[in-house]
């Protein structure tokens, strides 16, 4: 444990290094050194200024859940995740983003969405132990894998990315072989609830036993969309003895709602 703080100390002394002489993907300004609800943020892509200014979800107003919110928890029927902690709704810049690391290869903002889900996981954090909430310790961190043939002709899996930053910062155990994906399905853009759900069954499989103490796993996306994805791999893990599953991801997408017609309250941090 004491090499792994280490190399977070180290990796905090590059990024400070590089903030210096860096300029503000948004706005152009000069980076310096940030912080995010108290916490320090070890990135070197954005201003003080565009980090106040971007869209976060009211983390206070939901208790660090999503699934509180009941126009939220309405939207995703059909989930075998019992927490849902997202930073932002799909909006601008964070789709921007989404878009350029997903196609464009830009791995730097790997870095800058895991501190940005760590400041608010860890304030998140401290609000409910103030207010005594209990807090169950998380006891592994996975990621959405990809099908290898997908892997192979992206070269890289954003969530993995994003996944594997998180838990550093965190110093928190992450496996990214827990679970495997057998099925190279379709694309699930465009498809209902139901037909994402049907495309997906049987898509994952565990490799590997689960320990018998991991009874919280904390799973990691880029995007959540319906959390069919997610809810598909929860299903496994309970299976295999894990009571509690969180699913943390950079942004939250409600495409029924749109359809519909329908205007969700989002709870945003304005």
């Given at each position: 444990?004491?090499?792994?703080?280490?190399?977070?100390?180290?990796?905090?002394?590059?990024?400070?290094?590089?903030?210096?002489?860096?300029?503000?993907?948004?706005?152009?300004?000069?980076?310096?050194?940030?912080?995010?609800?108290?916490?320090?943020?070890?990135?070197?892509?954005?201003?003080?200024?565009?980090?106040?200014?971007?869209?976060?979800?009211?983390?206070?107003?939901?208790?660090?859940?999503?699934?509180?919110?009941?126009?939220?928890?309405?939207?995703?029927?059909?989930?075998?995740?019992?927490?849902?902690?997202?930073?932002?709704?799909?909006?601008?810049?964070?789709?921007?983003?989404?878009?350029?690391?997903?196609?464009?290869?830009?791995?730097?903002?790997?870095?800058?969405?895991?501190?940005?889900?760590?400041?608010?996981?860890?304030?998140?954090?401290?609000?409910?132990?103030?207010?005594?909430?209990?807090?169950?310790?998380?006891?592994?961190?996975?990621?959405?894998?990809?099908?290898?043939?997908?892997?192979?002709?992206?070269?890289?899996?954003?969530?993995?990315?994003?996944?594997?930053?998180?838990?550093?910062?965190?110093?928190?155990?992450?496996?990214?072989?827990?679970?495997?994906?057998?099925?190279?399905?379709?694309s699930q853009m465009g498809k209902t609830g139901s037909q994402r759900r049907k495309n997906l069954a049987d898509a994952f499989f565990l490799q590997e036993k689960l320990a018998s103490h991991i009874k919280h796993v904390l799973i990691i996306?880029?995007?959540?969309?319906?959390?069919?994805?997610?809810?598909?791999?929860?299903?496994?893990?309970?299976?295999?003895?894990?009571?509690?599953?969180?699913?943390?991801?950079?942004?939250?997408?409600?495409?029924?709602?749109?359809?519909?017609?329908?205007?969700?309250?989002?709870?945003?941090?304005?």
């Amino acid at each position: 444990m004491a090499w792994k703080l280490a190399l977070i100390k180290f990796k905090t002394c590059c990024t400070n290094t590089l903030s210096s002489i860096s300029c503000c993907d948004l706005c152009g300004a000069n980076v310096g050194n940030s912080v995010l609800v108290g916490y320090s943020l070890p990135q070197a892509l954005l201003c003080q200024y565009c980090i106040n200014d971007l869209p976060y979800f009211n983390q206070n107003l939901i208790t660090g859940n999503l699934l509180s919110w009941p126009a939220i928890h309405r939207a995703l029927p059909h989930i075998h995740f019992d927490q849902l902690f997202a930073l932002s709704p799909y909006i601008y810049p964070f789709n921007k983003w989404l878009g350029q690391m997903k196609y464009l290869g830009r791995f730097e903002l790997a870095n800058l969405f895991s501190a940005l889900l760590c400041a608010q996981w860890q304030a998140m954090l401290m609000k409910k132990a103030a207010i005594s909430i209990e807090i169950r310790p998380i006891d592994l961190v996975i990621s959405v894998p990809l099908h290898v043939n997908k892997w192979q002709i992206r070269g890289y899996n954003q969530a993995h990315l994003i996944a594997k930053s998180f838990a550093g910062q965190l110093a928190l155990p992450y496996d990214a072989n827990v679970v495997m994906r057998v099925k190279n399905n379709e694309s699930q853009m465009g498809k209902t609830g139901s037909q994402r759900r049907k495309n997906l069954a049987d898509a994952f499989f565990l490799q590997e036993k689960l320990a018998s103490h991991i009874k919280h796993v904390l799973i990691i996306d880029d995007v959540v969309t319906t959390g069919t994805t997610a809810s598909e791999i929860s299903k496994l893990l309970k299976q295999a003895g894990v009571e509690t599953v969180t699913l943390v991801t950079v942004c939250l997408t409600l495409p029924n709602a749109k359809k519909s017609g329908v205007v969700i309250p989002i709870p945003l941090n304005y």
